[in-house]
């Protein structure tokens, strides 16, 4: 395979899907390809291990509990600004290429199940959080995630089967330019030949002259 070419700024590439669709295990694949190739590449994922991502973390544990919806956004919210703040913003302006898992297409999905607008949901994310180069949407159905979660084990409080359908419907609804949907159900290797596609293109767009 040729040599993958070095891209002239930061890339910000995002993985999204339902719980269960792989998003974890293929950018981890896509992540150590890339640094075999000699790229300078990060990992991020959302919720982060900061103080929001923690109390978040609790919620998908333990429930909502008497957590409203506005208060639950407003957490996802906080999470990433500082988030962008700290480490994705500062890692594209050393022009590495960040691979983030979930950002805010998943609050649009998933808090958009909770009477708000998705496209609402994207401004108030947008005036703050820079959008991706690529997004890499692993299309699943819901029932598939909803069996894979079973047999890793006892689903989270966010992976319901009818809530599971519901994020998909807002999912399938999505149409940006950088939205690359690749089918999640076939074979490990098969998504990972797919994603490396588009990374290829993308990183010759964006290649540097002469580089
Ligand atoms: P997940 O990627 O499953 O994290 P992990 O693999 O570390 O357990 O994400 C956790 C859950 O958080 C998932 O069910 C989706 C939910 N989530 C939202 O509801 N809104 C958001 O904005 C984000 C980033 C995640």
């Known amino acids: ?121 994207q401004a108030r994310n947008e005036a703050f959080a820079p959008p991706p180069d690529l997004l890499l949407l692993l299309d699943l159905p819901p029932e598939v995630g909803w069996r894979r979660l079973k047999q890793r084990g006892t689903p989270s409080h966010f992976e319901r089967l009818g809530y599971l359908e519901q994020v998909a419907g807002i999912f399938a609804a999505m149409d940006f330019p950088y939205l690359r949907r690749i089918p999640a159900a076939q074979e490990l290797e098969a998504v990972q030949s797919q994603v490396r596609r588009e990374i290829q293109q993308l990183l010759q767009r964006h290649a540097q002259i002469g580089g």
């Not at 983030?100 to 609402?120: E, K």
């Open 1 to 121: 395979m040729n040599q993958l070419a070095t891209p002239r700024r930061g890339l910000l590439i995002v993985f999204e899907g339902l719980d269960g669709a792989g998003k974890t295990t293929q950018l981890g694949l896509l992540y150590e390809y890339l640094c075999q190739q000699g790229q300078d590449v990060v990992r991020l994922r959302e919720p982060t291990e900061g103080p929001w991502g923690q109390k978040l973390r609790q919620l998908l544990l333990h429930g909502r509990g008497d957590v409203t919806p506005d208060t639950e956004l407003e957490w996802f919210l906080n999470d990433r600004r500082e988030h962008v703040d700290r480490c994705i913003q500062p890692a594209l302006n050393r022009k590495q290429i960040v691979l983030l898992d979930r950002y805010y297409f998943s609050t649009m999905a998933y808090q958009g199940t909770r009477g708000y607008d998705p496209q609402d949901i």
